[in-house]
């Protein structure tokens, strides 16, 4: 074993030894065989249960999808993921403004998609859910993560546990801007 091999294998041993410490995370991949572009097609998806937070996480990312085909149908998915809590017009007013001229940003959440195949993931479509020790701090709210082919560091989904045991969509913060696709950038 060379000396590089060495310093690589003695830290991996110092984060396993602080992830056990502080509890580690977990990740989950959430997997759609296809995105559906109603709300009733939607609402049949196993995950819609919304029995753990993990899956509302991913129904974010697929409801956002729907938005450039379908505006209504996708704000009426993430309504059903908001619960008994509907988005006001300024919210809806704001996801409309994200999406002018970046309708990629959120299909950059899955698996695969990536500036060089200008965000194209391919079927199914699979989106990984993170958690850290932290994302339970706040009693009844779940504060987890998606990464993004076309960002440096992972986004975060606020979800919320209701009395009748289903994660809502709390806050989304996985409309930020990313690179380009490399079709519209006269730099890549």
Partial sequence: MGFFDKLKANVNEALNTVKSEIGGSKAENIVFPDIPDTLEGFKALPQAAMANPFDTAALTVAALCVYPMNKEASLQMLDFLRGPRPMSAMERQFIGDRFRDKDYVPRSY?????????????????????????????????????????????????????????WYLWEQFILADIRQ??????WA
């Fill in 181 to 186: 696709p490399e079709s519209s950038n006269p």
């Fill in 110 to 166: 899955f698996n695969g998609a990536v500036p060089s195949n200008d965000y194209s993931p391919s079927a199914p479509y699979t989106v990984t859910v993170t958690e850290n020790p932290y994302s339970y701090a706040e009693e009844n709210y779940a504060n987890l993560y998606v990464t993004s082919g076309g960002a440096d560091s992972p986004r975060a989904i606020k979800l919320r546990l209701a009395k009748d045991g289903k």
